[in-house]
Every structure is written in structure tokens, then in C-alpha cells.
């Protein structure tokens, strides 16, 4: 069956007709992960309660936890106002990274950026 058609309406999808998935734990609101779903990614996930992605590398559906027995059960999905981004609120189960830790987000570390307000004489001091 494909993607109820007025969910389907309500996507904006990228050239390769995919939208971004934020991925949250449901009880913390930590950011576990950033996925892609196309129509059938997030039709499965509405479907069977387990979050699917479209592996863009791969060029194949997954399953999360299929694999690494880190299974993510979907609590709720939420499109945002745009209607180009999901977030995913999910029951994870171990790590959600690839590489073995809980997010994604954190073995990249913090990026350099100013934070708080600007410096007095910069433009946006001014």
C-alpha cells in the first residue's frame, strides 16, 4: 500500500524525493540521529511502529536494528511546519549511532561559533 495520499500532499521532498528524519528519544528529547525517508520509508514506519530509512549510499530501505539488534520503536511522527523535515520520536534500544555510541551527534564535537551575544563594534554588535 502506498503513503496515505494526503500525508503524501503535505511532504516537500528533495530532488531525490527525500525528506530529512530527526530522530529523538522520546522521553529526553536527545537527538539521536538524522535519517532519510522517502514515501515507502515513512509509510513502513507509520505502518510497523519500527523507524525505516532510505540509505542513500546503499541505494536500499533499512530497518534500524536489523543489523545491531538497536532497534528503534517509533512513539510519534511529526512533520514541521514547511513540510520538509520529520521528527521521529522513537524508544531506542542501545546505541543509535553506527559507530557504537548513543547519538550521532556526539563524536562529531562542537563546531567553532559564537556563542550568546555578539561582540561590541562587530555588525551584528551594533
Known sequence: MPLDPTVAARLKRDGAGLVAAVVQQHDT????????MD???LHR????????YWSRSRREYWRKGDTSGHV??????????DGDALLVRVE???PACHTGVRT???A???????VGEPPAGTEEGL
Do not use: I
Not at 29 to 36: F, I, N, P, R, T
Not at 72 to 81: E, H, K
Not at 108 to 114: I, K, Q, S, W
Open 29 to 36: 528529547g536527545e537527538v539521536l540521529m538524522l535519517g532519510w
Open 45 to 52: 514506519t507509520l505502518t510497523t511502529g519500527r523507524a525505516w
Open 92 to 94: 531506542q534500544v542501545g
Open 104 to 106: 550521532c551527534f556526539g
Open 39 to 41: 514515501d515507502e520509508a
Open 108 to 114: 562529531g564535537g562542537p563546531l567553532p561559533a559564537v
Open 72 to 81: 528503534q520503536r517509533v512513539r510519534s511522527v511529526a512533520l514541521d511546519c
